[in-house]
């Protein structure tokens, strides 16, 4: 038993297990989901996912689905603004499969999710739901360099005031690309997150390579939430910090009478779009391309910060006739500039891949509003 866990027996029939698992943007949370959901899938659970989102057009569910996982989506705010939202979910999944667990994924901007989500879904719900302890991923470069251990781009002081409020609420932060660093590099920060953030229990694992998985799905599946007063939050600067991110949620109509080489197209789109955003920071640039009358089988690709290269994490082995494009982008950066980023890339590829045609069927930019939970509360049930 860990001093954030209280002994809780398995999942019973009576009380589905509610998992959260926050961090920040591109901390690898939708990759961390799929595999938790797959290893509960494998021991005869039923599974239910909730991906949220401030705009609409998710990238995370259309990868989860095309994985096989029933999943609901909740645009247009975050979930502690759109509480009911995330139980008429709930509910819809549980009409549709009866989940034994549900794994929801927030915002990757949002923080307070004790006081707005877990502690009023006990306090509500709470003959129906068992509330495991709250995992807040991080990326292992993009946390050096917030704690001082690595140089580096960074964020301004008022967004890194959520990332580190973030860390502040977690029962276990869960370091999530522990492949990227060496030894002694993950030595040092596990060690720094330990005392500065001395509630939370401190994880390594590498999602990617399946590895150290255990003892944190573990955790998960058979402890509970502890009970302990929420953390103050300052929603004013909450607020002026999501007001500078820029997010961008686009689709785009893709055809070619030949086929083209999908790796080749989302490589050089998030390169054009990197290029077109280059000095604002980035905090997650996502896309999906799904062939049209496929059998859901999708690519994707990934860039998790400015200075980095954008990563191919799903592939099509054929050449692709048509299909749609979902692109999601968040960066410390104007909504215009993003917007402008992406027409100019998105216009650019018919020159670049002869014979192809890009029509943008949907954008939406914006910075998120100020933070309104439905329903705060500050003392668990």
Same mark, same amino acid.
């Given at each position: ?41 494998? %021991?005869? +659970? ?9 705009? @609409? #057009? /998710?990238?995370?569910?259309?990868? *989860?689905? $095309? ?97 580190? %409020?973030? +860390? ?9 690309? @522990? #492949? /990227?660093?060496?030894?002694?590099? *993950?030595? $040092? ?99 999906? +391309? ?92």
């Amino acid at each position: 038993m860990t001093p954030n866990s209280e002994p809780l027996s398995p999942i019973s029939a009576r009380q589905a297990r509610y998992i959260m698992l926050g961090g920040f943007l591109g901390a690898g949370k939708t990759t961390a989901v799929a595999a938790l959901a797959q290893h509960l899938t494998a %021991k005869g +659970l039923r599974v239910g996912l909730i991906t949220n989102d401030q705009g @609409s #057009e /998710l990238v995370d569910t259309a990868m *989860l689905r $095309a994985r096989g996982f029933a999943t609901e989506e909740i645009p247009g705010g975050c979930f502690c603004c759109r509480f009911n939202s995330l139980v008429d979910a709930a509910r819809c999944l549980d009409a549709a499969s009866k989940p034994d667990v549900f794994i929801a994924e927030p915002v990757g901007s949002c923080t307070d999710l004790v006081a707005t989500v877990t502690y009023p879904l006990r306090r509500i719900y709470g003959g129906e739901f068992v509330i495991a302890p709250l995992s807040v991923l991080v990326d292992p470069i993009r946390a050096e360099r917030v704690l001082g251990l690595a140089e580096g781009k960074m964020f301004s002081d008022k967004v890194l005031y959520i990332y580190r %409020k973030q +860390l502040e609420e977690a029962n276990l932060i869960i370091v999530t690309k @522990s #492949e /990227l660093l060496p030894a002694e590099r *993950l030595q $040092a920060l596990r060690a720094r997150l330990a005392a500065e953030f001395p509630h939370a229990e401190i994880l390594a694992v590498s999602v990617r390579e399946s590895r150290d998985l255990a003892g944190w799905f573990a955790r998960l599946e058979t402890s509970e939430q502890n009970h302990r007063a929420a953390m103050e939050v300052d929603y004013e600067l909450y607020a002026e910090g999501e007001a500078l991110l820029g997010w961008l949620n686009a689709t785009v109509q893709l055809a070619h009478r030949e086929g083209f080489d999908s790796d080749a197209l989302l490589t050089h789109l998030a390169r054009a779009i990197q290029q077109h955003l280059a000095g604002a920071e980035v905090a997650h640039l996502k896309m999906t +391309l799904s062939p049209d009358g496929g059998l859901g089988d999708i690519a994707v690709i990934n860039l998790v910060r400015s200075d980095f290269v954008p990563e191919l994490s799903l592939r099509l082995e054929a050449p692709v006739p048509a299909g749609q494009l979902i692109i999601n982008c968040r960066a410390e950066a104007d909504p215009d500039l993003i917007r402008a980023a992406v027409r100019a890339a998105v216009a650019a590829l018919p020159p670049a891949f002869p014979g192809l045609t890009a029509q943008l069927d949907h954008l939406e930019s914006f910075r998120p509003g100020k933070p309104t939970p439905t329903h705060p509360d500050a003392a668990p049930a």
